[in-house]
């Protein structure tokens, strides 16, 4: 079904260069959408589809760049409008108009109020906090941690970082992989059953942007715990304070650092 | 505005405050008395909208109000001072033009403070009377630099023309005007430091030291991004009303000199937006030292999502100035030579639109999260600081280089060594731009702290260098250069001033966004951990509803500068008919 918009983008190509030959601002216009569309859609052959929130506001940002692109100069202008004119005005146009403004428009207004207002069993888009904010200070198994500047105690011990690290190691495969998957991309045993899907440590935005205090927080309290002002938030991550002492959670937190090759994000 | 007796001007200006402010205590006090008491823990409820609406909308407005006296004096002075000093007289009128402007804005302006000044002790009578103990002698300070700013800004205006010979003294009261707006804005910034970022007080709001409380992690970044923005935003309404000029302007003579207006106006809010993100990064800065909690709730948590927003508008903003300067290459006897590299010019931008806007994390349905996972392998990269630094910097550059083009698009260097300075230039933009792009690329290989702390400010120094290199280079070649003809001034196009107003629009929309933002940092709490928020509206809007109020108050606030531009227009026409006479 992808494949489809190979041929869409090819189209757009088709109708943009016999406009541009045919010196038609307005069809090179209507050309290039088609092309756009295309090329957003098609791109799910090489990579992972984009969601549609993007695809909307690629297109946004394309219809109005390119519409002042065809408006700079006069000459340009005035002939990408003539096309449009002649339908609404021109006598011998009127076929076009009837066509056109007068059932081709409508039709498709109606056809949008239907795709957006039609029965679906699809649980609605959610705009979830990825980020949310720390508190200043948990509960960790009736102590309280301060979260706000905490930093991974085991960093000083340099000369022990080899054991810590082949703990986090044994600890992570007996609690973290089966979610965050063997190689750290967040596509564990069981990925397939959450969403949204458990995160992955590698590239350089995820983890990399977080400060190491954050990722003890959500280790430690899972999906509970979250400030007022983060809910709702949904998540599938367990509550590891019941399961992990805090060693063993700094450990982890080393090994998943260490092993995806990034460092946490500091202030200073 | 008729010019009148500068006695006369200044007192009606001064009469017209203390009507507006004797009338706001007057209502504060019956109302006081006629509406029934506050609720236990002090609130009194708006019918309809509710009181945090409410006072959110009339706030806004009178900041938005605000912003323009404070930020087109700056700007009104500064070509003052330059048609003085180069006897230029069309910057003298541009400079009076704008005068007239904000004299006028001020009377809304004290009608919105009035308005507020009533809705908060009436709405959030508790809220205030901390505020009071704190802060209160700042309030009583307030005023009196208010009537010291209205009486110098009446005067500065009636005595325009009487003053034309004592020049020098007249663009020192031009100072004088913006070292009172200074000052009320220093002070305005302090109840809002207060709020978000307190100090100075105890856990349960005792007052320790005043001087703390003004004095807050907030204070000074906010001031210095609310005084660029001033003049940013003030230009953008300059720049707006120059459009609405334009587009019903009558004779030849009018639309070229609106035209000019527009140009000179929306270059100067663009020049000076160029050093916001700056300042906003020192206040974001600030924030984060404050309280970690509400720097990631405002950059990465809730708010995350209308930092996108921004970024759209942002890149709007930069289509819409790059629009206008090449339809003004339309005016410039030369300016089609420049055509050719129009298109090359929009790529740039476009493909720098399209890293600025794509977001980190997206709105997924559960297909869709099942196939893609929590980030986007592609659009999870371009959605990071290190592409949307590099991509926005590049677009600020061709942005720049379109203005070049607009500058020299009329000249021809006569310099013997114009063909290796094109070459030069060439060489500069090229390096510059490979340099911000390598290292762009490369900040993905660091720790964030030093993409954030090194990496990232080198790339806006290169770019800062590199058009300040541009800059004097084209002043070089082009000296003396060879005119093939002066600009066409008025003969632009009806669209491209719609580009100026909607670059004005949008900057007061993302003011409404920016400002609301910064507010709802503040989560449950009207001062940050010390005084809490008890009332029903204690919970922070989905962004829907905020877009809309934004929505509303922007559409509002230019109801409201329509009458201000119809004022000017009707009281010049009655002052035509008064000289024909």
């Known amino acids: ?268 | 505005m008729a010019e009148k007796d500068i006695k006369k001007g200044v007192l009606k200006g001064l009469l017209k405050l203390t009507l507006i402010l004797g009338a706001g205590f007057l209502l504060l006090g019956i109302l006081g008395r006629i509406l029934p008491s506050p609720t236990e823990d002090g609130y009194r409820f708006f019918p309809v909208i509710g009181s945090r609406v409410w006072v959110w909308i009339v706030a806004q407005l009178h900041l938005n109000f605000a912003a323009f006296v404070l930020g087109v004096p700056i700007f009104a002075v500064t070509m003052e001072f330059l048609g003085w000093r180069r006897k230029d007289e069309r910057l003298d009128r541009i400079a009076y033009d704008f005068t007239k402007l904000f004299t006028l804005a001020y009377t809304l302006t004290a009608v919105m403070g009035a308005v507020l000044m009533v809705s908060l002790p009436i709405l959030y009578p508790k809220f205030i009377q901390h505020l009071m103990k704190v802060l209160g002698p700042t309030w009583w300070a307030y005023i009196l630099f208010m009537y010291g700013e209205v009486f110098v800004c009446y005067y500065y205006f009636y005595s325009w023309h009487r003053m034309k010979d004592r020049k020098g003294l007249h663009v020192l009261l031009g100072v004088l005007l913006n070292v009172m707006g200074t000052i009320l804005l220093l002070i305005t910034s302090s109840w809002v430091g207060y709020m978000t970022t307190p100090a100075g007080v105890t856990e349960t709001g005792e007052l320790v030291n005043r001087w703390q409380a003004i004095k807050t992690y907030m204070w000074i970044p906010l001031s210095l991004h609310r005084l660029v923005a001033n003049v940013v935003f003030g230009a953008g309404i300059a720049a707006a009303y120059a459009a609405f000029r334009f587009i019903t302007a009558t004779t030849p003579e009018e639309k070229a000199y609106y035209d000019w207006m527009g140009y000179t106006s929306a270059m100067i809010a663009i020049g000076f937006s160029l050093i916001l993100p700056g300042i906003g990064y020192l206040l974001g800065v600030e924030i984060y030292a404050f309280n970690e909690q509400m720097g990631i709730q405002l950059m990465g948590g809730f708010y995350a999502w209308l930092w996108v927003m921004q970024a759209i508008l942002i890149g709007a903003i930069l289509f819409f100035i790059n629009y206008y300067l090449w339809i003004s290459l339309n005016k410039m006897p030369g300016g089609e030579r420049y055509f050719r590299y129009v298109k090359f010019l929009f790529i740039v931008v476009l493909l720098g639109y399209a890293i600025w806007l794509t977001p980190h994390s997206v709105a997924l349905s559960l297909e869709e999260a099942r196939r893609i996972g929590s980030y986007h392998p592609v659009l999870g990269k371009l959605g990071v600081m290190a592409s949307k630094n590099t991509a926005v910097i590049i677009s600020y550059m061709a942005t720049f280089i379109s203005f070049a083009i607009f500058r020299m698009s009329n000249k021809e260097p006569t310099v013997s060594w114009a063909s290796m300075g094109k070459w030069l230039r060439v060489l500069i933009i090229v390096a510059s731009t490979g340099v911000v792009l390598f290292l762009g690329v490369y900040s993905y290989m660091v720790p964030s702290v030093t993409r954030v702390k090194v990496l990232s400010p080198i790339q806006f120094g290169v770019f800062l260098l590199s058009i300040l290199a541009l800059y004097i280079l084209d002043s070089r070649m082009f000296k003396g250069a060879r005119v093939i003809g002066e600009p066409r001034w008025g003969q632009m196009p009806e669209r491209s001033q719609y580009a100026l107003i909607g670059i004005t629009v949008t900057f007061t929309w993302l003011m409404g966004m920016m400002g609301y933002m910064r507010s709802g940092g503040r989560q449950y709490w009207h001062v940050y951990g010390i005084l809490k928020d008890t009332s029903p509206d204690a919970y922070l809007p989905a962004h829907g509803v905020a877009s809309v109020i934004v929505t509303l108050v922007t559409l509002l606030f230019f109801l409201m500068v329509a009458f201000v531009f119809w004022s000017v227009m009707k009281l010049e026409m009655i002052a035509e008919q008064r000289r024909a006479k």
Request: glycine share 6%; charged share 20%; hydrophobic share 45%.
């Open chain 1, 1 to 268: 079904m992808t494949e489809i918009y190979i041929g869409v983008f090819l189209l757009g190509i088709l109708i943009s260069l016999l406009a541009w030959y045919k010196r038609s601002p307005f069809f090179n216009f209507i050309g290039i959408q088609i092309a756009v569309y295309g090329f957003l859609k098609g791109l799910a052959l090489f990579i992972p589809p984009l969601p549609s929130q993007v695809v909307v506001m690629y297109m946004a940002m394309s219809v109005f760049a390119f519409f002042i692109y065809f408006s700079i100069r006069e000459e340009t202008f005035r002939a990408f409008l003539a096309p449009i004119k002649s339908v609404l005005a021109d006598r011998d146009k009127v076929l076009y108009r009837v066509v056109i403004v007068f059932i081709g428009l409508p039709l498709l207004a109606a056809y949008i109020t239907y795709a957006k207002v039609r029965p679906s069993f699809e649980p609605p888009v959610s705009a979830r906090i990825v980020h949310p904010e720390p508190p200043t200070e948990i509960d960790f198994r009736g102590k309280k941690i301060q979260i706000l500047g905490l930093e991974n105690p085991l960093r000083k011990d340099t000369d022990r970082m080899k054991d810590y690290l082949e703990e986090g190691k044994k600890i992570y495969y007996q609690n973290c992989f089966f979610c965050h998957g063997d190689d750290l991309d967040g596509k564990g045993h069981f990925a397939e059953a959450f969403n949204p899907p458990p995160l992955p440590f590698r590239g350089t935005d995820t983890i990399a942007q977080l400060p190491e205090s954050f990722v003890f927080w959500r280790i430690a309290k899972g999906w509970t715990g979250l400030p007022p002002g983060s809910r709702p938030w949904d998540s599938a991550m367990p509550a590891f304070e019941d399961i992990l002492t805090e060693d063993e959670i700094w450990k982890v937190i080393l090994f998943i650092y260490e092993a995806s090759g990034n460092k946490p994000r500091t202030w200073e």
